[in-house]
């Protein structure tokens, strides 16, 4: 299993512990005793990325009753003269209340588009950016081929390469039948295929073992994908246990063995030598394959998670266990690689040695090596997806989230920018006249209007109204705060304390960086 940009500097996760981030209140103006933004540094990831321009490109004109500027284009929006800046007619809430002088640590200019280091994060913002006054495109959901239906409500997908194996299983498997029943003919194709089409059956009866598992332990499942080599089920949760852990993996190869007796118990009421009795044997002995192939002690493989699952338990660390398995897994890769062809060259897997030729040499050493090119991939990936949910409850989003300063719609935006500047706040919310937030100001469109145009400019039209997903608590971590940003895709989200108050905004980009300095670090 695939990134927006944003505009303030994230706080770090050991500030949380020492200094509680006060946001501001729905109907007032910045707290006085809010801290400052951290120092912003070119070595930290999490620092503030101004963004591309992005939505529309309309300029609402001037709030009824103002001014504006005489010159414009003289003048820096950032720091107004009483004379010549147009000014919101403020409510005794939205009196300016004291907060500490700017220092070099925090910019002056909120939203200044001529920050040379922000390029990357504007090109990944524009990407995923809206519209004005529409919320992103809800990402598709998961694809992979061929959706075949959906069985316990999991979406059952065939893979494009699928259509490649079933190819080389009729193939390989009509060539056995000319040497068994060449009374058959061309037939022995159809036949094959029938074949091809039984066995993957057979691999989706395993991936729904594990699936019927992981869903009475409550672990949701993303989809069934059949592909390649084999099926696999995406779970999208760890298990709570070791033991869970076990009973997950070992559902797979245990069904697969049922099946296998199943075919052979079938195999003794047919005649010998007809085409049941050859396609019961070939069914019984590639589910016996699946089984024994699945029980090696490696990850990617069932047995691999068994074996995690043994160490998580005596050692008490999963992580452990992962890692144990993993490089067992790699080694598996490596003996697949150079046994599987010494062992076909032997005759130890049946054919005689004297009858193996120069091609079929050849297509055994290709099998070989792409069967250990997916076990030490899969490995690899089961070890990084491990380090990945170790660092996840670094990610919370009381310590990511930027402060904000609520405005008015028809607050100009260049006034809004100077009451952000002046607060240490790097984002705006827009509220209504009892101060209940109504939409969030995108950083993307303030980067889009040029300075001598923001006097001009109410924030309104430049905000992006907020939806319920779009609102995310204070005390989201960890895999619940990335399920709640997966679920309801946006730039900037609503930070909301458990009471209904403003904390403050998050930034999808923050999230995005924090996520990728996590996973750099050691496990």
Known sequence: MDESGGSGQPRSGTD???????????????AADAPRPGPESPEDPTGPKPTEPGGSTETPQPAEGTQPAPRPSDESPATPRPSDEPQATPRPSDKPQAHPAPTDDTPSHFGAPSDPETTGAARTLAKSGSGKGRPPRREKGPGGGLLMGRPFGVPVYVAPSWFLVAALITWVFGGQLDRVLPELGALRYLVSLFFAVAFYASVLVHELAHTVAALRFGLPVRRIQLQFFGGVSEIEKESETPGREFV??????????????VFYVAMQTVEPGTVPGVLLGGLMISNLIVAVFNLLPGLPLDGGRMLRAVVWKIT??????????AWVGRALAV??????PLLTQSGALGDASEDIGGMDTVMDALLAAILAAIIWTGAGNSLRMARLREHLPELRARALTRRAVPVE?????SEALRRANDAGA?????????????SLVREAAIVGVPEHRRPWVAVSGLAQDLTDGMR?????????????LRANPATEYLVVEESGEIYGVLSAADVERAFVKAMARPS
């Open 248 to 261: 997950l993996a070992f559902v797979g190869p245990l069904l697969s063995l049922v099946l296998s007796g």
């Open 16 to 30: 949380e512990a020492t200094e509680r981030h006060e946001g501001p209140q729905a109907s007032t103006g910045p």
């Open 316 to 325: 008490g660390k999963p992580m452990s266990g992962t890692i144990a398995a």
């Open 472 to 484: 995310v608590s204070a005390e989201l971590a960890g895999e619940d705060l990335l399920d709640a």
């Open 335 to 340: 003996s697949v690689l150079i046994g599987l």
């Open 426 to 438: 790097r984002a705006l919310v827009v509220v209504d006249a009892d101060g209940q937030p109504l």
């Open 409 to 413: 719609t028809s607050t100009p935006l």
